[in-house]
């Protein structure tokens, strides 16, 4: 626990302006960013009396061990570099919103020829209109095989549309009247984007005036007694009937907004937002927070704002948006919300009306949402504490460990050997710090050299980034340090420097710092190490360690055939109670990183099996790999071809034809391929093409027998 006034800049030193500020703990990981209109006036808030702060402000403060701030001119550039900050850093202290990416919308791609209507989640696209969000997929699918039926759109992926087109004929939503199927040509693109664009109207809530029409069609096929036409319109109407009926009319004035309710106790907060588009309910989404500092409901709400419309351009952000609080001071939210959307955004709390009586039925939501979180919760924050005090008491630690970070090896037969790194944090899993590697210092089948060489990489990478970092101070006790490790330590059997022995999948290698000076994730060290293994994977973890000179990190082997805990240099494993949460949680973090890295594994195996001659030339990339064979009909033709026919392949010129023909001609020719059920000698090698036109392997097994570890 640090001392905040060993870091307390002077008074004097403190900016009376607006800014955005930045705590950073003793690893230099940022775990805390604010905003202020004067940052002399705030940060001194921080600098006080420990008995006069609230409980979480005072954690803060006391596992920080810096703060630096920013300048800036405005308050709207403050709440914009405060949340571009909270998006890159992830600080443990703010407020940060859960399953923001989980929820699906419906999406129409009106970037492609043919728009396609789906599901997306994630991230918005630049070209794609989007509706919802909604609380199930299966919610968007209802919608879509009603709305089919009168707006024929495409669904189908891109490899069923070219399959289709290949083969001239449609898909069975094609056949059934559900596809206009474009893809044999029924309809040409305008005809069918016209088709998207009526299908987005009818989503957006432009529906009376489609409804209007439609009737007036089957009005008239009536009176020209078209009976059939007329009864496939009158299905259409009562489809888009049903459609509509799902999204009942909430707002008679067709408003567009979107209602934001905050419910919160001391410890949590629930937000619900509901997207109102034309007077309908459009999606509906539900965020829960830890309120890991004193904060009021303005500032979950202005917190909700940012993480609602951060990413939002144009109409997305809509141009009413109800609050139950209004932010302080809220001049710089409207601002920053009428620049998101190119003009003006009404931000306000509702007083009379619909749209009141339509707030309380948002926090009604929000209210049971919390309830519902709380009741999840309260046994899975009870269990992980359990658990992880078991794994203290049964290893003998002096705290709880937080981080865990757990290695295994995979390989078949020694052949693509890799490795995993999973890392948990107060025991759930932080999959943005998963690492790979790929062994890379001998050739075949040894575990124990493999986790040596594994845990030596990932804590080199620490010692330099802790040394780059200054944390040793000036007493010269840590220089050299990096060096000396890289010297006693050749992974690769050569003298190699510290960045060429970083250079695998798992590692970065473009600087140790960021531009900003803030030090690569492999900076933070966990307090436990498990290894996937027993005695002696543990013994080569911990000799990795002490070559290192790395003494504060706690190592542990979990071994699968008895789950019994390994520690260095105990004869004797601990054994945890069948029953231990504890163990539980080791099992959790073993699997995963033995999920992790064979399903690395297996995708150097695919990409080996599926490897060229071709992979080898320079400058040649899959279209036109793709091209050649397409030409040529396999690898074997290629590479008797002549330099002047490899030209006559579209895109390729002179000189890349004959770095082709030196590449085939130096490269082994590969083994014939064997007909497994018959015997039979095929005759073209691996790179066949298929009836597709995709380059096929008939000479690699389906999957190679061995023992996959």
């Not at 709390?349 to 009741?375: C, F």
């Not at 994977?537 to 360690?545: D, E, F, G, S, Y």
């Amino acid at each position: 626990m640090a001392d905040p006034s060993s870091y307390r800049p002077k008074p004097g030193q403190i900016p009376d302006s607006p800014g955005v500020y930045r705590f950073r703990d003793e690893h230099r990981r940022v775990i805390y960013v604010g905003k202020a209109k004067s940052l002399r006036q705030r940060l001194a808030n921080y600098f006080q009396d420990l008995t006069n702060l609230h409980p979480r402000t005072r954690s803060m403060v006391t596992t920080a061990a810096s703060v630096e701030w920013t300048v800036v001119s405005t308050e709207v550039e403050a709440l914009q570099l405060e949340y571009s900050w909270i998006k890159e850093f992830d600080p443990r202290f703010n407020v940060k919103y859960r399953d923001d990416k989980s929820y699906p919308y419906l999406a129409v791609t009106m970037n492609e020829e043919f728009p396609r209507v789906q599901v997306m989640r994630g991230h918005k696209r630049k070209g794609v209109r989007y509706f919802g969000p909604y609380a199930h997929a299966w919610a968007i699918r209802d919608t879509v095989d009603l709305l089919l039926r009168v707006f024929p759109v495409r669904t189908c992926s891109a490899g069923v549309f070219k399959n289709a087109t290949r083969t001239g004929r449609p898909c069975l939503l094609g056949y059934i009247g559900k596809c206009s199927a474009p893809c044999v040509g029924r309809v040409d693109p305008e005809e069918h984007r016209e088709l998207a664009e009526e299908f987005c109207d009818f989503m957006a809530g432009r529906t009376g005036t489609y409804l209007r029409r439609l009737e007036k069609r089957m009005t008239e096929a009536a009176e020209e007694m078209e009976y059939e036409r007329a009864a496939r319109l009158r299905d259409d109407i009562e489809a888009l009937r049903k459609a509509m009926e799902k999204n009942a009319v909430v707002l008679a004035d067709a408003t567009d907004a979107d209602l934001i309710a905050v419910a919160e106790d001391e410890l949590e907060a629930a937000v619900q937002i509901f997207h109102v588009r034309g007077g309908r309910v459009r999606g509906q989404r539900g965020w829960v927070t830890d309120k890991v500092e004193e904060i009021t409901t303005g500032a979950l709400v202005e917190h909700a704002l940012q993480q609602l419309y951060g990413e939002e351009k144009g109409d997305s952000v809509p141009k009413e948006v109800l609050v139950p609080a209004l932010p302080d001071p809220v001049e710089p939210v409207q601002e920053w919300l009428a620049d998101r959307r190119g003009s003006g955004v009404s931000l306000r709390i509702p007083q009379r009306g619909d749209k009141k009586a339509l707030m309380e039925t948002v926090q009604r939501n929000a209210q049971q949402a919390l309830v519902l979180h709380k009741t999840k919760r309260a046994s899975d924050l009870t269990t992980r504490s359990r658990a992880l005090e078991e794994i203290a008491e049964a290893l003998d630690l002096d705290s709880a460990p937080l981080r865990i970070e757990c290695y295994d090896i995979s390989h078949l037969q020694g052949d693509d050997v890799v490795a995993s790194m999973v890392v948990f944090e107060d025991g759930l899993q932080r999959k943005s710090e998963y690492r790979r590697f790929q062994i890379k210092g001998f050739e075949g089948q040894d575990d124990v050299r493999s986790m040596h060489e594994v845990i030596t990489r990932r804590f080199r990478r620490y010692l330099a980034e802790k040394e780059k970092t200054g944390e040793w101070g000036d007493d010269g006790q840590g220089d050299g340090l990096v060096g000396e490790a890289t010297d006693a330590l050749q992974v690769d059997g050569t003298q190699a420097g510290l960045q060429a022995d970083l250079q695998d999948d798992g590692f970065q290698t473009d600087g140790l710092k960021n531009e900003d000076g803030r030090p690569k994730k492999f900076a933070y060290p966990p307090q436990l190490v498990v290894v996937d293994g027993g005695q002696p994977q543990v013994a080569a973890a911990k000799r990795a360690l002490d070559e290192l000179g790395i003494d504060d990190v706690a190592v542990c082997g979990l071994a699968k055939r008895l789950e019994e805990v390994w520690l260095p240099d105990e004869d004797d494993p601990v054994v945890l109670p069948r029953t231990s949460e504890g163990l539980y949680l080791l099992q959790r973090v073993r699997d995963e990183a033995h999920r992790f890295a064979i399903t690395y594994q297996r995708t150097k195996r695919a990409k080996r099996f599926r490897s060229s001659p071709l992979d080898d030339v320079p400058g040649l990339g899959d279209t036109r790999k793709q091209a050649l064979l397409k030409h040529f009909g396999s690898l074997k033709r290629l590479r008797s071809a002549t330099i002047d026919q490899i030209c006559e392949v579209p895109g390729i010129g002179r000189k890349t034809a004959e770095t082709i023909a030196v590449a085939l001609a130096q490269a082994a020719p590969a083994a014939p391929a064997v007909n497994t059920a018959t015997g039979e000698i095929m005759e073209e090698e691996p790179g066949t093409m298929g009836s597709g036109g995709e380059p096929v392997t008939t000479g690699a097994p389906d999957e190679r027998r061995g023992q996959e570890t």
